[in-house]
């Protein structure tokens, strides 16, 4: 199957700018799906899902678009993609869903015609991004905005795992520039806490090292915080800051988030919580209303922590076990 060249317009860009990156990742998907193709499981079933494996890495792709271009989407007020375009991110992770069912439980058969449709899916997204996305993106966004995205582009990753972020000096961190880039912090040495006193590098190191994904969103609905681990259960970046919590859900859990929302402004809620599987794991999300001393909503802070391995513990453990 041949494939055009980058258009014009794309390879007169910088190497490191987002929308041709973006470009060149979408030749390298087309590479990956043709190899998807020419892999039938009935004939090498190892090695159609080392290939499927890495095609399950269109993750990260979805996930910079959904938390880095389309908030700046949002600012330049086109919102479209946010809602239709992220309907069809679910559609093809739904697929890749069945297709890893269907792998676990070596139904070869059912194989063939979900692979099928999930080239034709990820092709008619291609074909959208590439003549309709890019191309406004291109035009409403400012060179300040696609600067801003290089540095979250690079903290959630490619498809391609062998790409290398080719603009940020090597000796300041990912974490650094995106503080620089995002929050001017306070020139406060020490903060009085309810219990205690602690510096802001402290508390940063503090949420940086607590084992659960936090966000914390204001009463205006925007997300004014999300602690940045290194294991996080779902990925963030520097572009999510100041986005209407609204556009940071998939468009079918929308309805459920504002009314949690409307739910804790009210008064009448304090908590929600669920439970899902997330990737071969339990991850448990719970939301909870924030409120000053006079009970005045302040915002809502999530929390989400994959607790398969806590499910598995039984009985105590009192010792210390590093030597065993």
Same mark, same amino acid.
């Given at each position: 199957?041949?494939?055009?060249?980058?258009?014009?317009?794309?390879?007169?860009?910088?190497?490191?700018?987002?929308?041709? $990156?973006? !470009?060149?990742?979408?030749?390298?998907?087309?590479?990956?799906?043709?190899?998807?193709?020419?892999?039938?499981?009935?004939?090498?079933?190892?090695?159609?899902?080392?290939?499927?494996?890495? $095609?399950?890495?269109?993750?990260?792709?979805?996930?910079?678009?959904?938390?880095?271009?389309?908030?700046?989407?949002?600012?330049?007020?086109?919102?479209?993609? =946010?809602?239709?375009?992220? =309907?069809?991110?679910?559609?093809?992770?739904?697929?890749?869903?069945?297709?890893?069912?269907?792998?676990?439980?070596?139904?070869?058969?059912?194989?063939?015609?979900?692979?099928?449709?999930?080239?034709?899916?990820?092709?008619?997204?291609?074909?959208?991004?590439?003549?309709?996305?890019?191309?406004?993106?291109?035009?409403?966004?400012?060179?300040?905005?696609?600067?801003?995205?290089?540095?979250?582009?690079?903290?959630?990753?490619?498809?391609? +795992?062998?790409?290398?972020?080719?603009?940020?000096?090597?000796?300041?961190?990912?974490?650094?520039?995106?503080?620089?880039?995002?929050?001017?912090?306070?020139?406060?040495?020490?903060?009085?806490?309810?219990?205690?006193?602690?510096?802001?590098?402290?508390?940063?190191?503090?949420?940086? !090292?607590?084992?659960? /994904?936090?966000?914390?969103?204001?009463?205006?609905?925007?997300?004014?915080?999300?602690?940045?681990?290194?294991?996080?259960? !779902?990925?963030?970046?520097?572009? $999510?800051?100041?986005?209407?919590?609204?556009?940071?859900?998939?468009?079918? =859990?929308?309805?459920? $988030?504002?009314?949690?929302?409307?739910?804790?402004?009210?008064?009448?809620?304090?908590?929600?919580?669920?439970?899902?599987? !997330?990737?071969?794991?339990?991850?448990?999300?719970?939301?909870?209303?924030? +409120? /000053?001393?006079?009970?005045?909503?302040?915002?809502?802070?999530?929390?989400?922590?994959?607790?398969? /391995?806590?499910?598995?513990?039984?009985?105590?453990?009192?010792?210390?076990?590093?030597?065993?």
């Amino acid at each position: 199957m041949h494939y055009p060249k980058l258009p014009d317009y794309i390879t007169g860009l910088p190497e490191s700018h987002s929308l041709r $990156v973006y !470009f060149e990742e979408n030749e390298f998907i087309k590479r990956l799906l043709v190899e998807l193709q020419m892999s039938p499981p009935h004939q090498d079933f190892q090695k159609f899902v080392n290939v499927f494996n890495h $095609v399950c890495e269109i993750e990260k792709r979805y996930a910079r678009k959904e938390n880095q271009l389309f908030p700046y989407l949002e600012k330049r007020g086109w919102f479209g993609p =946010s809602q239709g375009m992220w =309907s069809f991110h679910d559609s093809i992770r739904d697929i890749l869903r069945t297709i890893r069912g269907q792998i676990d439980n070596k139904e070869i058969k059912s194989l063939s015609e979900s692979v099928r449709l999930l080239i034709e899916n990820m092709h008619h997204m291609i074909h959208v991004e590439e003549n309709r996305l890019f191309p406004n993106a291109l035009q409403l966004l400012q060179p300040e905005d696609w600067a801003a995205m290089t540095t979250g582009d690079e903290e959630i990753g490619w498809v391609d +795992r062998d790409r290398r972020a080719t603009t940020a000096p090597a000796t300041e961190s990912i974490a650094e520039r995106s503080q620089t880039a995002a929050v001017e912090f306070p020139d406060v040495s020490k903060l009085k806490m309810d219990e205690g006193v602690l510096n802001l590098e402290q508390i940063n190191l503090i949420l940086k !090292f607590l084992p659960v /994904d936090v966000t914390f969103v204001d009463e205006n609905d925007k997300v004014a915080f999300y602690n940045r681990g290194e294991e996080r259960v !779902f990925p963030r970046s520097a572009g $999510v800051i100041g986005r209407e919590v609204r556009f940071c859900h998939p468009p079918k =859990s929308v309805d459920t $988030v504002l009314r949690i929302l409307e739910e804790f402004k009210a008064g009448r809620k304090d908590e929600a919580e669920f439970w899902i599987q !997330f990737k071969g794991r339990t991850i448990h999300i719970r939301y909870f209303a924030v +409120r /000053d001393k006079e009970k005045k909503y302040k915002g809502v802070l999530e929390m989400s922590q994959d607790i398969t /391995d806590i499910q598995k513990i039984q009985g105590e453990k009192r010792l210390l076990s590093w030597d065993q």
